[in-house]
Nanobody, 116 residues
Framework: QVQLVESGGGLVQAGGSLRLSCAASGRIFSGNTMGWFRQAPGKQREMVAGVTSGGSTNFADSVKGRFTISRDNAKNTVYLQMSNLKPEDTAVYYC??????????WGQGTQVTVSS
C-alpha cells in the first residue's frame, strides 16, 4: 500500500512564503508523477503543479512565476515552494502520486491560509 504524508502548511501573511513537503512510502514504481492539487471552500479541487520522475513540470496559470515544484526521487518526496502568496491561495493542499495504470494516491491534505 502507498501512503503520502504532507507537511508544511500554516498561516502566512500575503506576500510571504511557505514550503510544502510530501513523502511517499510503500510500493512506488518509477515513471510516476507527483504534485499538488488544492481545494478552497466552496470551490472544486484544482491542479496546482506536478513533476514527473524525469523532472518535467507543469503549473496552473494562477501560480506560474510564484510557485516552484521539485522532487527527490531517492526519498520519494515532492516539494512545493510557494512565494508571493495571495489570499486567493488559501486552500487545503493535497499531494498526489500518479502511478498511471497502477492507480493514483492522495495525501490527507494540509491547510494553507494567507491573510491579507
Amino acid at each position: 500500500q502507498v501512503q503520502l504524508v504532507e507537511s508544511g502548511g500554516g498561516l502566512v501573511q500575503a506576500g510571504g512564503s511557505l514550503r510544502l513537503s510530501c513523502a511517499a512510502s510503500g510500493r512506488i514504481f518509477s515513471g510516476n508523477t507527483m504534485g499538488w492539487f488544492r481545494q478552497a471552500p466552496g470551490k472544486q479541487r484544482e491542479m496546482v503543479a506536478g513533476v514527473t520522475s524525469g523532472g518535467s513540470t507543469n503549473f496552473a496559470d494562477s501560480v506560474k512565476g510564484r510557485f516552484t515544484i521539485s522532487r527527490d526521487n531517492a526519498k520519494n518526496t515532492v516539494y512545493l515552494q510557494m512565494s508571493n502568496l495571495k489570499p486567493e491561495d488559501t486552500a487545503v493542499y493535497y499531494c498526489y502520486l500518479d502511478l498511471g495504470r497502477r492507480g493514483d494516491y492522495w495525501g490527507q491534505g494540509t491547510q494553507v491560509t494567507v491573510s491579507s
